[in-house]
Structure formats: C-alpha cells, structure tokens
C-alpha cells in the first residue's frame, strides 16, 4: 500500500513539474471534513467536523482550449473537538479539553473543463481522484488552562491510517486570467481506522473498532481563492 502511494505521488509531482503549456496557481482557502464513525454490527455512530485550511499550488496543463488537467501539492490543517471521537475525553469534559489536530499532504489530479463566458470571465469544472498522506494526527489536553499535554499519537498507536484515495470534484472561475475562486467536495474512499481504537458503543460497553468491524470516512469541503501566474 505505501509503495503504491510513493509511486503515485511520484509520478504526480513530476507531471506538476511540466512547464509546457501550463500554468500555475498558487491558492489558500477554508476546509471543512465532516466524517462519520460506522459499526452497525457493534452499534456505534459518531459523526463530528473538522474546520480548517489548506495552501499549495496547482498546474494546470492545457490540452486544448476547453480541456486540461491539473497537478496539484497542497498542505492541508484541520481540527476538532477530540470529545466527540474519544470517549476518554467525553469524561473529563467538565475541566478539560481534548482537540484533534491533523495535518495532510494532499496530491490532487483533477481534468479540467473550461470554457469562456465573457471577456476576462472564465468558467470551469474539475473532477478526479487526491493522493492524501497524513504527517501528524494527534489529540492535544488542556486542563484548565495549565497542563497541555499530547493525549494520543493516532499515526503511532494505530488509530487511524496514514493514507487515504479522495475522489471528487468542483467549479471555478477564473477572472481576468490573474484570480481564481473555487470549490469542491471529496469523499474519502479508504478506511481510515487502523486496529487499535478503543470507544464506546450505543450502550455503553468498551469496543475496539477494528480496520474489519468499523468504518471511518473521511470527506472534504473546500472553498478558495488563487493567484495566476
């Protein structure tokens, strides 16, 4: 699995590397994950939302005046209460406070369709599949105020896995040729729970929600602006 990622990552930077026919697109912007927790089978459902950003550049190489295809390298932050996935948290709520901090690396391959509405007015659409790597997930305590701890690695105590495939797309505009405005939705194909976490199902009991028994997807919702060079 890993060395599938490293290929494809690979293989995508250098196409973000082509600079014939191209144009770059250097961008920032609000991200939204709402992702959802999945067991029928052991009675769990947990829903929570993630806000945050992303910045990174996009290259966009043009097959002929209404098609191309985009190669893109963002960073991306989000975070969220951490009481609404780890139960340990939800105990101590009361004086302490737990938030789930995650930062990605994303590699989005989109085609892009295109056409022009007016002078200096350009519309678009784009569709296709981002390589995501996570480089850190962890949950950050905070009890009143005065100890701030790390409370779990999630990458390191297998919680979640590191990779995941996003397939989705978007609409854009491109004006004057200088500024673009954008927005899409993801949705994460893999399954992002590793083998060891612990939680709580509908009555109560202590279940570990194993990569097998349970499912945690991961969606994205970004809006934005960039710059074109």
Same mark, same amino acid.
């Given at each position: 699995? #890993? ?13 973000? =590397? ?64 951490a009481s609404q996935m780890f139960d340990y948290l939800e105990l101590i709520k009361d004086f302490a406070k737990g938030t789930l901090h995650e930062h990605y690396i994303n590699v989005p391959v ?23 790597? =996570? ?7 905070? &009890? ?11 990458? #390191? ?21 200088? &500024?673009? @405005? ?25 279940? @570990? ?21």
């Amino acid at each position: 699995m #890993k060395r599938f990622f490293t290929t494809l990552l690979a293989a995508s930077m250098m196409l973000a =590397g082509t600079s014939a026919f191209a144009q770059i697109s250097v961008g920032v912007g609000y991200l939204g994950s709402p992702e959802k927790l999945s067991a029928t089978n052991m009675d769990i459902s947990k829903s929570f939302y993630m806000n945050g950003l992303y910045a990174g550049f996009d290259n966009t190489i043009q097959f002929d005046q209404n098609m191309g295809m985009s190669v893109g390298l963002y960073y991306v932050y989000s975070a969220a209460s951490a009481s609404q996935m780890f139960d340990y948290l939800e105990l101590i709520k009361d004086f302490a406070k737990g938030t789930l901090h995650e930062h990605y690396i994303n590699v989005p391959v989109n085609l892009v369709f295109g056409a022009d509405v007016q002078e200096g007015l350009r519309a678009f659409f784009f569709v296709g599949p981002t390589v995501s790597c =996570g480089l850190s997930s962890k949950v950050k305590a905070n &009890i009143l105020d005065v100890l701030k701890f790390n409370a779990s690695d999630n990458y #390191k105590h297998d919680y979640f896995e590191r990779f995941d495939l996003l397939f989705g797309g978007g609409i854009g505009m491109d004006i004057n040729n200088s &500024i673009r @405005i954008k927005a899409g939705y993801d949705y994460g194909l893999f399954n992002r729970i590793g083998d060891g976490l612990t939680i709580k199902n509908k009555a109560g009991e202590e279940v @570990i929600a194993t990569n097998e028994k349970a499912n945690l997807h991961r969606s994205q919702i970004t809006v934005g602006v960039a710059y074109l060079f």
